[in-house]
């Protein structure tokens, strides 16, 4: 469960085309990375895969079935916003619970996921604080923890340490990594920033102007960048 298809998927914003026909396959369980300089169409992509934005034409399927018109609650696919996307108001156990209550997961089920999402994001301590009595790193993986009780099909990540110091930015990019390893549920994860791409990936999508230049392993493109937007992006010698 986690395959995602994109079938000439297209998005007009009025008359421009931010996203020409485009087609990518994400395979189940991948970590893909998309990487483009700012304006590229990143976060539009993730946003038509997640369904928050409707795509112009093409198809979007998630294992196999079309769910191009599928309501992005239905679409099984939780997106990991930046940080303060939290509730202030609300307990580190509330913000985690609370997709879950939208849902409906019955008060047991919830706080056995809660649990088990603490403990992976070592936040077992905390989860009587409100946001604001918590480090950057720490709300972050309460975003985080806010998706994975969700048990999504993939996770969606635009930028998600962008607003986070270098030093956090680097242990927080390894706690993903893991996150991965763990749960083996597919990732599509948004960056402009090379080294997450070159670090974190199994397969990098490099944009530009809405377009695929390259897809590939970090090596693939490290080796064989088919021109110099690549590799300047992937910083290779070529
Ligand atoms: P990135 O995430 O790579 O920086 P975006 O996906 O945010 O790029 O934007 C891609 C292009 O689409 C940009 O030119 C942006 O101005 C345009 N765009 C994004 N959202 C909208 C919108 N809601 N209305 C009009 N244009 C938009
Ligand atoms: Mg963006």
């Not at 085309?17 to 991948?30: A, C, F, K, S, Y």
């Not at 996307?85 to 809660?114: C, T, W």
Request: glycine share 8%; hydrophobic share 40%.
């Amino acid at each position: 469960m986690g395959q995602i298809t994109l079938e000439k998927v297209t998005k007009r914003f009025g008359d421009v085309e931010v996203i020409p026909p485009l087609d990518l396959t994400i395979e189940d369980g991948e970590f893909c990375v998309f990487v483009g300089p700012s304006g590229c169409g990143k976060s539009t992509l993730l946003r038509l895969i997640a369904g928050l934005e409707d795509i112009t034409s093409g198809v979007i399927g998630i294992d196999g079935n079309d769910a191009s018109r599928t309501p992005p609650a239905k679409r099984g696919l939780a997106m990991v916003f930046q940080s303060y996307a939290l509730y202030p108001h609300m307990s580190v156990r509330k913000n985690i619970a609370f997709p879950m209550k939208m849902a409906g997961v019955p008060q047991d089920e919830q706080a056995r996921r809660i649990d088990s999402a603490a403990k992976a994001l070592n936040l077992t301590d905390y989860l009587d604080r409100r946001p604001g009595q918590l480090s950057g790193g720490q709300r972050q993986r309460v975003a985080i923890g806010r998706a994975i009780v969700r048990e999504p099909a993939a996770f969606l990540f635009d930028e998600p340490l962008s607003n986070l110091d270098a030093a956090l930015r680097v242990g927080m990019r390894l706690e993903i990594s893991e996150l991965h390893e763990r749960l083996k549920t597919t990732m599509i994860y948004v960056t402009h920033d090379q080294v997450e791409a070159m670090t974190m990936a199994d397969k990098i999508v490099v944009l530009r102007a809405g377009h695929i230049e390259q897809v590939g392993t970090p090596l693939e493109l490290y080796r064989a960048p088919r021109n110099l937007f690549v590799a300047g992006f992937i910083g290779s010698p070529k």
